[in-house]
């Protein structure tokens, strides 16, 4: 009897302890990502260059550690394109380390052809918009989004960062 009742005390604790995870209300993993990599030309380097699909089907290869990434982002918001209110832009908030970075990219931009990239998939090439100093809150990110995914990735964009800073004070995992 002790050992019946033991053994479904232990199977009761373990489901418990295995069943918060599945209770939380929060996903602990990530959607729409974004990375802004630098696109390459001619590859030759396959341990830190990588080819990744396009949304058109084909490939393309980019360097494989990113610029900027949704680590650096706080929040996104989409606004509508300049040319086309059918399309959206990306409103990118970022954190001291994506403004310093930004900053960098804004001043090498000429030299350099980037790729969107939102879950490992390349959206369009980017020029990134100046930025004079870190203390900038704001930066605008011009790649004629379809309203469908920038409102996915305006949705996901505070959750992917909290998720990948959880010490951030306002982390809710």
Same mark, same amino acid.
């Given at each position: 009897?002790?050992?019946?009742?033991l053994a479904m005390w232990a199977?009761?604790?373990?489901?418990?302890?295995?069943?918060?995870?599945?209770?939380?209300?929060?996903?602990?993993?990530?959607?729409?990502?974004?990375?802004?990599?630098?696109?390459?030309?001619?590859?030759?380097?396959?341990?830190?260059?990588?080819?990744?699909?396009?949304?058109?089907?084909?490939t393309i290869w980019v360097s494989?550690?990113?610029?900027?990434?949704?680590?650096?982002? $706080?929040?996104?918001?989409?606004?509508?394109?300049? &040319?086309?209110?059918? *399309?959206?832009? /990306?409103?990118?908030? #970022?954190?001291?380390?994506?403004?310093?970075?930004?900053?960098?990219?804004?001043?090498?931009?000429?030299?350099?052809?980037?790729?969107?990239?939102?879950?490992?998939?390349?959206?369009? $090439?980017?020029?990134?918009?100046?930025?004079?100093? &870190?203390?900038?809150? *704001?930066?605008? /990110?011009?790649?004629? #989004?379809?309203?469908?995914?920038?409102?996915?990735?305006?949705?996901?964009?505070?959750?992917?960062?909290?998720?990948?800073?959880?010490?951030?004070?306002?982390?809710?995992?």
């Amino acid at each position: 009897m002790k050992r019946t009742q033991l053994a479904m005390w232990a199977f009761l604790g373990i489901i418990l302890l295995a069943g918060c995870e599945l209770l939380d209300p929060k996903s602990k993993k990530t959607e729409f990502t974004i990375a802004i990599h630098e696109i390459v030309k001619y590859p030759r380097a396959s341990h830190i260059e990588k080819e990744i699909p396009t949304i058109t089907g084909q490939t393309i290869w980019v360097s494989a550690t990113p610029y900027l990434f949704s680590n650096c982002i $706080k929040k996104i918001e989409r606004v509508p394109n300049k &040319e086309d209110a059918i *399309f959206s832009d /990306l409103k990118l908030t #970022l954190n001291r380390r994506g403004s310093l970075i930004w900053m960098q990219l804004s001043v090498e931009r000429n030299h350099r052809d980037l790729a969107f990239v939102v879950d490992g998939v390349f959206y369009r $090439k980017v020029a990134p918009e100046t930025v004079t100093t &870190e203390k900038d809150e *704001f930066v605008l /990110l011009n790649v004629r #989004l379809d309203n469908a995914t920038a409102q996915a990735i305006e949705k996901a964009s505070e959750d992917n960062y909290y998720f990948f800073n959880p010490d951030d004070k306002k982390s809710p995992f």
